[in-house]
T-cell receptor, first 113, second 114 residues
Framework: DTGVSQDPRHKITKRGQNVTFRCDPI?????LYWYRQTLGQGPEFLTY????????KSRLLSDRFSAERPKGSFSTLEIQRTEQGDSAMYLC???????????FGSGTRLTVV | DQQVKQNSPSLSVQEGRISILNCDYT??????FLWYKKYPAEGPTFLIS?????DKNEDGRFTVFLNKSAKHLSLHIVPSQPGDSAVYFC?????????????FGGGTRLMVKP
């Protein structure tokens, strides 16, 4: 197991375009999280899944954002009609239910131009 | 409203000396605290944690201290090594948070000089 994998590592897109990121968690982890980190700030919670169910969404997650985790395995995060303010590092993490800490992926850096 | 704060954006320490990173929180429901280390272009990696039933947890060169009355925790690294140079984030979670969501501080950049 190579840990939490995120794809792509970098994405540059024009304002108004849609983008989709993928996260492959550690296989035995049933919890999956998405966080966003902007320059000089700590990661901010966006949403989390327990298996395939999306159980919590932050108010940071506007209607333009949608996340899925079909079959409780990999997850996708889609941003529609991107804005310059969406430029950030998008981090995925996973954990077992019994754990308090997460394992993070290396993130996807999004730049909206 | 920042519930977890790291008031020092950066810290510079000489190799071999002690590094002390501080973190304050405001939410009294937080009962589990973690420290993560982050290198450039990588995701945060878990370093050490502490439950609110303890006031100290030690793992090798790393020790975390928790002062619940002051809502303050600190990470001590001794002796500091150049490879410890990274951004350190403290994070907190609340037991009544069924999803175990973490609230992070803004980070402290540690530079250990050889």
């Amino acid at each position: 197991d190579t840990g939490v994998s995120q794809d792509p590592r970098h994405k540059i897109t024009k304002r108004g375009q849609n983008v989709t990121f993928r996260c492959d968690p550690i296989s035995e982890h049933n919890r999956l999280y998405w966080y966003r980190q902007t320059l000089g700030q700590g990661p901010e919670f966006l949403t989390y899944f327990q298996n395939e169910a999306q159980l919590e969404k932050s108010r940071l997650l506007s209607d333009r954002f949608s996340a899925e985790r079909p079959k409780g395995s990999f997850s996708t995060l889609e941003i529609q009609r991107t804005e310059q303010g969406d430029s950030a590092m998008y981090l995925c993490a996973s954990s077992r239910t019994t754990e308090n800490g997460y394992t993070f992926g290396s993130g996807t850096r999004l730049t909206v131009v | 409203d920042q519930q977890v704060k790291q008031n020092s954006p950066s810290l510079s320490v000489q190799e071999g000396r002690i590094s002390i990173l501080n973190c304050d929180y405001t939410n009294s429901m937080f009962d589990y605290f973690l420290w993560y280390k982050k290198y450039p272009a990588e995701g945060p990696t878990f370093l050490i944690s502490i439950s609110s039933i303890k006031d100290k947890n030690e793992d090798g060169r790393f020790t975390v201290f928790l002062n619940k009355s002051a809502k303050h925790l600190s990470l001590h690294i001794v002796p500091s090594q150049p490879g410890d140079s990274a951004v350190y984030f403290c994070a907190a979670s609340a037991n009544n948070n069924a999803g175990n969501m973490l609230t992070f501080g803004g980070g402290t950049r540690l530079m250990v000089k050889p």
